[in-house]
C-alpha cells in the first residue's frame, strides 16, 4: 500500500487544526479553563471533541502542517479558539469585579481569597460570587452551548489560513466595556445600599461628635451588607444569564455566521 505525504498531511490536517482551535477555547473558557482544572484534563476533553466534531465539519485544506501556510492555519485556529474563551470570561469578570465593588463598600476589601480562574487573590465577595455564576453557568447548560457554537464555527469560519480580521479582532477588545458594565449593573444595588448606610453613619456623626463611628459603623456596615447580599442573591440568575445571553449572542454573530 503506497501512502503519498499529500494523504499523511491531509489526515493530520483533519485532526490537528480543530485540536488547536478546540484547545485554545477550553485554555481561555471559563470552568474548563481554570487553573484548578489539569492540563491533562483540558487535552484529553480536547482531543475527544477533536474526534467527535472533526468528521461532521469542512475538510481542512490539504496543507503542509510545516509549511508557512501551515503555520498561519494553526495561529488563526489559536486566535479564534482564544477568542471565543476571552470572550466567555468577560461575563465570570463582570461578577468578580462586581464582587471587588461590594467588598471595598462593605469594608471586607482586606478578606482575600486566591482566584482559581485567574490565579490572583480577589475579596471573598468576588469568590461568593464566582461560586453561584459558575453553578449558574453549569445549570443553563452553558458549556454545552458553547460546544454547540464551537462546531458552528467551524463552518462560518472553516479551517483556512484567513480567519479572522483586523477589524475582528478591534472589535473584540472594545467588548471589554461590557465588563464595567455589567459589573455595575450587577453592583448597583448593594452600592446604593451600602451609600445610604454611610451617609446614615454621617448624619449620626455630624448629630453626636463623641459617637465613635468606626467601632460602632463597621460592624452594623458589614451586618447591613451581609443582608443586603442576601436579599439580591436571587437576582443573580437574572442577572447572569442576560449578561450571558447577550455575550453568546455577539460570539455568534462573530464566529458563528449568526444575526
Known amino acids: 500500500m503506497n501512502i503519498a505525504a499529500a494523504d499523511i498531511s491531509a489526515w493530520i490536517g483533519t485532526y490537528l487544526w480543530p485540536l488547536f482551535r478546540i484547545g485554545a477555547l477550553f485554555g481561555a473558557m471559563p470552568v474548563i479553563g481554570i487553573r484548578m482544572v489539569p492540563g491533562r484534563v483540558r487535552l484529553a476533553l480536547a482531543l475527544a471533541l477533536t474526534l467527535v466534531v472533526a468528521p461532521i465539519i469542512p475538510p481542512a485544506p490539504a496543507v503542509d502542517p510545516l509549511s508557512v501556510a501551515g503555520a498561519m492555519i494553526t495561529l488563526q485556529q489559536i486566535l479564534i479558539g482564544a477568542a471565543m474563551g476571552f470572550l466567555l470570561s468577560l461575563v465570570f469578570g463582570a461578577f468578580v469585579y462586581a464582587g471587588q465593588l461590594v467588598a471595598m463598600q462593605m469594608g471586607l476589601g482586606f478578606a482575600s481569597l486566591m482566584d482559581p480562574q485567574h490565579g490572583v487573590e480577589v475579596p471573598v465577595i468576588s ?61 448597583l444595588p448593594a452600592l446604593v445600599a451600602m451609600l445610604l448606610v454611610n451617609l446614615a453613619f454621617g448624619v449620626m456623626t455630624r448629630a453626636a461628635p463623641q459617637l465613635n463611628i468606626f467601632s460602632v459603623g463597621f460592624p452594623v456596615t458589614l451586618l447591613f451588607g451581609f443582608v443586603v447580599l442576601l436579599l439580591s442573591l436571587p437576582l443573580l440568575g437574572p442577572q447572569f444569564q442576560g449578561l450571558f445571553d447577550s455575550e453568546f449572542a455577539l460570539i455568534r454573530h462573530l464566529f458563528a455566521g449568526g444575526p
Open 127 to 187: 469568590q461568593f460570587y464566582l461560586v453561584v455564576v459558575t453553578l449558574v453557568f453549569l445549570a443553563l447548560d452553558g458549556h454545552l452551548a458553547v460546544i454547540e457554537v464551537l462546531v458552528e464555527s467551524f463552518h462560518a469560519l472553516p479551517v483556512s489560513p484567513t480567519g479572522l480580521t483586523v477589524a475582528t479582532m478591534w472589535q473584540i477588545v472594545t467588548i471589554g466595556g461590557h465588563l464595567f458594565s455589567g459589573a455595575l449593573s450587577v453592583a
